[in-house]
């Protein structure tokens, strides 16, 4: 969540800058007036506190000396009720500055283009590029088809729309691509891999701000209060929850492939075709903590650590700088990777790279102990090292060739026991 320091002493522009988010300026005065009704809750009972362990001394020492007390006593009971009343009405107004902030977007870094939606957003790169062969260029499912590698009816069968199955080579090639990602990423850009549990409590979801904001779109399991992750970006994180880390060891990288559920509740009326929008998927993730000066240097790092997974396999993409709107909620600054679909005839994201300064170890309580022997707040990022559903359908029509096979990209092939296509079944 933002310092509430900001809507004390910083309030113009931190209201200008979230108005960029389209955060309304009522909702940041809420959140101060609580603010300053806590701060005055707050003093009104240590003054009042103060005053009753005085009187206590006061009062022994009358009784000491045979003196009259139940004057003085009748005051302290009425000071002790005005005591209890003001924890209970501080305990609400918490709860109420809590819940205000919770809802309110980490504040954009001030370089990120401004707009309301993706329509703002600008691309900063390209990489490769793409001409149309002289064969049908076929889309996914058609392929896929071809191939024999997915079975979407059974998987509506078995569970529902948005959960298919990858039969076959499909299964080996995702396989594949996993292994590779995780060797790339631990291998050669220092990251250490990590396998955490695919479901996580309210606490951990909070602390990376998915909670309470996206619920809905969400899969809770009510009877354990758990939910299954989104993204491993929730239990990665939530790693060092409540910690205190050496600043020296900064940045950490961890790694991980999850599973991801997520039930996109408001997403009727996307693009649901196939793969292009699944509500199980498998993702590879990468997570660093690191020192808050040099943050957004270290986003720039991940972003070339996110396409090196898509130039070691060959494919066409282009990199956009997200602008204040289209933003995840807790990032401040954001890029999103995006492969091209020539059987979609579209750009589809693969990779989103953020940095959420301190917006997510204030709310997760991760620290680090700076040189100077000091406990400050990490800033955290993370990135997608990649996505595999769209990851699958840009390699499957951009490796297409005219007879129905796919070319599978070199450094797959080790991971694939030298397999060079995927071959039509008969």
């Keep these: 969540m933002i310092d509430i320091k900001k809507l004390r002493e910083e309030f113009d522009a931190t209201a200008a800058a979230l108005a960029r988010r389209g955060v309304e300026k009522e909702t940041l005065l809420k959140a101060q007036s609580l603010d300053t009704k806590r701060r005055e809750l707050i003093a009104e009972t240590e003054t009042l506190k103060s005053k009753r362990?005085?009187?206590?001394?006061?009062?022994?020492?009358?009784?000491?000396e045979g003196g009259d007390i139940a004057a003085a006593k009748e005051e302290m009971r009425k000071v002790g009720d005005r005591i209890a009343e003001i924890d209970k009405e501080l305990a609400v107004v918490q709860t109420e500055l809590k819940e205000t902030l919770l809802m309110i977007p980490n504040i954009p870094a001030p370089e990120i283009p401004t707009g309301m939606d993706s329509s703002a957003n600008i691309c900063v790169k390209t990489v490769g590029e793409w001409k149309d062969p002289d064969y049908a260029i076929l889309d996914h499912m058609a392929i896929g088809e071809k191939l024999g590698i997915f079975d979407f009816p059974r998987g509506v069968?078995?569970?529902?729309?948005?959960?298919?199955?990858?039969?076959?080579?499909?299964?080996?090639?995702?396989?594949?691509?996993?292994?590779?990602?995780?060797d790339l990423h631990c291998e050669k850009q220092g990251y250490t891999e990590m396998l955490p549990p695919f479901v996580v409590n309210s606490e951990s979801m909070t602390g990376t701000g998915q909670l309470p904001k996206f619920a809905e779109d969400l899969y809770h399991c009510q009877i354990d209060d758990f939910w299954l992750i989104p993204t491993a970006e929730v239990p990665v994180t939530n790693y060092y929850r409540d910690d205190i880390l050496d600043g020296k060891k900064l940045p950490i990288k961890l790694t991980a492939y999850t599973p991801c559920f997520r039930r996109e509740a408001g997403s009727a009326g996307k693009m649901t075709r196939g793969m292009l929008r699944v509500h199980q998927f498998d993702k590879v993730e990468m997570v660093n903590f690191v020192h808050p000066d040099t943050s957004f240097e270290q986003l720039e790092i991940l972003v070339t650590e996110a396409e090196d997974v898509l130039n070691g396999l060959g494919l066409h993409y282009r990199i956009?700088?997200?602008?204040?709107g289209d933003m995840g909620f807790s990032a401040a600054k954001c890029y999103d990777l995006e492969l091209w679909a020539p059987g979609e005839k579209?750009?589809?994201?693969?990779?989103s790279c953020s940095c959420f300064t301190d917006y997510q170890a204030r709310r997760l309580n991760c620290r680090f102990k700076d040189?100077?022997?000091?406990t400050k707040l990490c800033h955290t990022l993370n990135g997608s090292g990649v996505a595999l559903p769209r990851l699958m359908v840009a390699l499957l029509e951009q490796h297409q060739n005219a007879d129905g096979s796919v070319t599978i990209p070199e450094a797959l092939r080790p991971y694939m026991n030298g397999q060079e296509k995927l071959i039509p079944v008969k």
Excluded: H
């Design 371 to 374: 040189a100077d022997g000091k």
């Design 346 to 351: 579209q750009w589809l994201e693969v990779s």
């Design 53 to 64: 362990n005085a009187a206590s001394k006061e009062i022994g020492k009358i009784a000491k």
């Design 320 to 324: 956009l700088q997200l602008c204040s």
């Design 157 to 182: 069968k078995l569970t529902g729309t948005g959960f298919p199955i990858i039969l076959g080579q499909g299964a080996k090639l995702q396989r594949a691509l996993i292994q590779y990602m995780l």
